[in-house]
């Protein structure tokens, strides 16, 4: 895999001497939050038995990243830009070393489930400050692409090494082993981040928007918590009042926001077609590749009896194509929107040849699949990482990023 030097004429790269180094440390971070993400997607049932946790910790314990990071990913890059990038960058792997190392210990449900949120929200860190450096070192142009290119084949190979590591623990170990690993190699990113890294941050920051922050952390964080217990019923009251808590909280968010003189996003931002294709289609591939792969560990092995390693193993299948895939979607001569249009549509179809895969397991059309979901999640991730650059102003690109 070949890492790539900025032009030398460009005025963003002045100050960076080894622009090799710089991008490996970079894409460190996604790979990094990832691997993290997925590790418990393989090993539900062993972390389950030893923290006693029933039907609603597990949702929890896979879902806690995922609320941390949504939460945070806006606030993240908005202080990215305005603080410094490295800065962000270097205090996220911090907290992330801190908060694996905590669930590691994790004595109870609620100690790991808590200790995966605020993972989720140094992953919004990592996440939005390391795109947003190569989005300020990298000019537009096919050399930005390749190098955001490889930033979103880290995501596929973070999926693919993390429930391998994983269920190379949790056989031959303990689950806990995984998440020891983890934080070694989160103090590691941060420690070579501050060394490495150039710091760079908007000519001109902003002052922190308090009233966005609180507002739509909360509301996302409410509507999540909603989501998440209503697989025990949509109509009881706990899930009613999240509900009604996220609509007015998301609600005054964006009051909040089309009346700031220094929103933390522009709202203006949406009337642009690359930055609604962004967003669009990162809850397309939400809905369509990431939740529905989550999955598929525990069901490989409680529907069918697969051992951690093993279900691994087969989910490396998808993740392994995206890694090459986003790696190809580099070099195709396609805008952003359609690049990723097309990976829906590959997604989609790999979805089709895994219905009943639950109920009965089929080498063939699951490994066809597979495939197609490797290739068109390797397209999405590359080209919704090139838009959530280029369809902002210049200065923010962690907020876009976000």
């Not at 190392?101 to 929200?121: E, I």
Request: proline share 6%; glycine share 12%; hydrophobic share 55%.
């Amino acid at each position: 895999m070949t890492l790539l030097a900025p032009p030398s004429g460009s005025p963003a790269v002045a100050a960076v001497r080894r622009p090799g180094t710089v991008l490996a440390v970079t894409v460190t971070a996604p790979l990094l939050v990832l691997m993290n993400y997925a590790a418990p997607a393989n090993t539900l049932p062993q972390i389950s038995e030893s923290l006693g946790a029933g039907p609603a910790g597990q949702t929890w314990i896979l879902n806690g990243v995922a609320l941390g990071l949504a939460a945070l990913l806006l606030t993240a890059g908005s202080l990215a830009d305005d603080h410094g990038r490295k800065r962000v960058l270097v205090l996220g792997s911090a907290l992330m070393a801190l908060a694996t190392a905590v669930s590691a210990a994790a004595p109870t449900t609620l100690v790991f489930v808590l200790a995966r949120v605020v993972q989720g929200g140094a992953s919004a860190a990592l996440l939005t400050a390391s795109l947003g450096l190569i989005g300020h070192i990298y000019p537009a142009g096919l050399t930005r692409t390749r190098a955001i290119s490889l930033w979103g084949a880290m995501i596929g190979a973070g999926l693919t090494l993390g429930p391998l590591l994983a269920g190379l623990f949790a056989d031959h170990l303990s689950w806990r082993a995984t998440y020891w690993v983890l934080a070694v190699a989160a103090a590691l990113v941060g420690a070579a981040a501050h060394v490495v890294l150039p710091e760079c941050r908007a000519e001109s920051p902003r002052k922190p928007d308090l009233p966005g922050v609180a507002t739509l952390g909360l509301g996302l964080a409410a509507l999540l918590a909603a989501v998440t217990l209503g697989r025990t019923g949509w109509a009881r009251p706990p899930v009613v009042v999240l509900f009604a808590a996220a609509l007015l909280l998301l609600a005054a968010f964006t009051a909040i926001e089309s009346t700031s003189q220094a929103p933390m996003l522009d709202l203006g931002l949406f009337r642009r077609p690359p930055f609604l294709a962004a967003v669009s289609g990162a809850i397309a591939m939400g809905l369509s590749v990431i939740g529905p792969m989550s999955y598929l560990p525990a069901i490989l092995e409680r529907a069918h009896g697969f051992s951690a390693l093993r279900a691994a193993g087969i989910s490396a299948i998808w993740t392994a194509v995206s890694v090459l895939s986003a790696m190809l979607g580099g070099r195709l001569r396609l805008s952003g929107s359609r690049q990723a249009a097309l990976g829906l549509v590959l997604g989609g179809a790999g979805n089709l040849f895994l219905l009943g895969a639950g109920g009965h397991w089929s080498w063939p059309p699951a490994l066809a699949g597979l495939v197609l979901i490797g290739l068109g999640a390797g397209l999405i991730n590359a080209a919704l990482a090139r838009l959530s650059v280029e369809s902002v102003p210049a200065d923010r690109t962690s907020m876009g990023s976000g």
